[in-house]
């Protein structure tokens, strides 16, 4: 594939965080358009002359990472199935971006994670150009700059690709040994080149869940292990994936879940992976069944001591009727469900809601205890049906729940 590279501006490369200037870039073309076309002093001038040199030392420090991050995005747009050129490469460098969490990462830690995947395509660091400019701006070597960056795509266009089987089944292997050491270490991971591919490619290993652990949601697990659950052959989620999410959430992961599953790796999975407590003596957590906007829960993050599932109502019934039945394995992991209110629907309505949604868990966990997640104190207690008492009362977490709870 030769497809040219489209046009850069530095506000695209602002766009997709590979640069963090202190200004932005609209703001830097109009303060050099004033200071060109100046003819007297004016207010504004030394903030204008502050722009543009500020942006300047931007430029000048990141021409590594910037043809850095054309090479990967270029790479990465051989992946995408967008029809038009263009498109594959903007597909390529959000990947880059959203893949790394460039948005979260400082201007050291953003040009480090960019060489490393510029590596990871077979591409040596000592080859990357710099951006030099002159402190008066008035000569730079972009030219140049330029012609290095044109003879490193050259070498990036035409390399011969992993095969896409391989690189599928890598991710997934990566996603396995990267659960295993955040659940473990609490240490969040380097997103592979793997994971990236298949995040361009749009495949289900690099859309299911940010592969920066450290950013995700209680609610972003759940909800990938119900989709992992729901999962169908032909949108295959692999089961120690389900099961590594499941142990990520702080559930115990028991022999007792083989017979379930009918694949010859859980086995050897669950014998390296086994944290938690046991089936004997299992941590007992929550199902918390949020409310699709708005939700109290929305900031949570995961708490290893307090095993919890975080949903909807629509997804809930995932967890029970996927591609292996949690229904006997939960019952005796959970202490409480908490039936999320909506702060924007009136109190009864949502009430008689929460009570046709707690019929139906019943169905799947009849032995649990239920409470209402509400966001500030019921007057009316008596408003609360009796199987929904009391009311559990704006929580910060999942250990505030368990308190009052308990």
């Known amino acids: 594939m030769s497809s040219p590279t489209p046009v850069l501006t530095p506000e695209l490369f602002e766009q997709h965080f590979v640069l963090r200037p202190p200004y932005p870039w609209g703001e830097v073309v109009t303060a050099r358009n004033r200071l060109r076309d100046l003819k007297t002093a004016y207010e504004e001038m030394e903030k204008d002359k502050n722009k543009v040199v500020a942006y300047k030392d931007v430029l000048r420090n990141s021409g590594r990472t ?8 270029a790479h990465l747009r051989r992946y995408s199935n967008a029809p038009d050129a263009n498109q594959r490469f903007f597909d390529g460098l959000s990947s880059l971006s959203i893949g ?16 490393r995947c510029f590596r990871d395509i ?3 660091p000592e080859d990357l150009p710099s951006l030099e400019i002159s402190e008066d ?17 050259q070498n990036v266009n035409q390399a011969n690709l992993p095969d896409l089987n391989d690189v599928r089944r890598n991710a997934w292997t990566s996603w396995d040994a990267r659960l295993s050491l955040y659940r473990v270490r609490n240490v969040p991971p380097q997103p592979d080149i793997d994971y990236l591919r298949c995040l361009a490619e749009g495949s289900e290993s690099g859309r299911i869940l940010p592969a920066r ?10 909800d990938a292990l119900t989709t992992a659950l729901a999962s169908t052959v032909s949108n295959p989620y692999p089961n120690v994936f389900a099961l590594g999410l499941l142990a990520l959430l702080g559930f115990d992961l028991s022999s ?8 010859d790796s859980v086995g050897p999975f669950l014998s390296r992976s086994a944290v938690g407590g046991s089936a004997q003596s299992p941590l007992r957590g929550l199902l918390i069944v949020r409310v699709p906007t708005g939700s109290l829960t929305n900031l949570w993050r995961i708490d290893p001591q307090t095993p919890t599932l975080n949903t909807t109502a629509e997804t809930f019934t995932n967890l029970f009727e996927g591609k292996f039945d949690l229904r006997k394995y939960l019952g005796p992991r959970l202490l409480g469900i908490l039936l999320e209110v909506d702060r924007a629907q009136t109190f009864r309505d949502e009430v008689n809601r ?16 239920a409470r209402l997640l509400v966001s500030r104190l019921v007057v009316d207690a008596n408003s609360v049906p009796t199987e929904l008492r009391p009311a559990i009362v704006s929580p910060v977490n999942q250990g505030d729940v368990m308190k009052q709870i308990s």
Do not use: F, H
């Not at 910037?66 to 995005?73: D, E, F, K, L, T």
């Open 66 to 73: 910037m043809a850095a991050a054309i090479c990967v995005a």
């Open 100 to 115: 790394l969490g460039l948005q979260s990462l400082d201007e050291t830690g953003r040009g480090a994670e960019i060489e």
């Open 122 to 124: 077979g591409l040596a």
């Open 137 to 153: 701006g008035k000569a730079n070597n972009s030219a140049a700059w330029s012609a290095a960056i044109g003879k490193l795509l």
């Open 213 to 222: 652990l450290d950013t995700v949601t209680l609610g972003q697990v759940t």
């Open 256 to 263: 007792e879940l083989v017979p379930r599953i009918p694949d």
């Open 354 to 369: 929460c009570q046709r949604d707690l019929r139906r868990l019943q169905g799947y966990l009849p032995n649990v205890k």
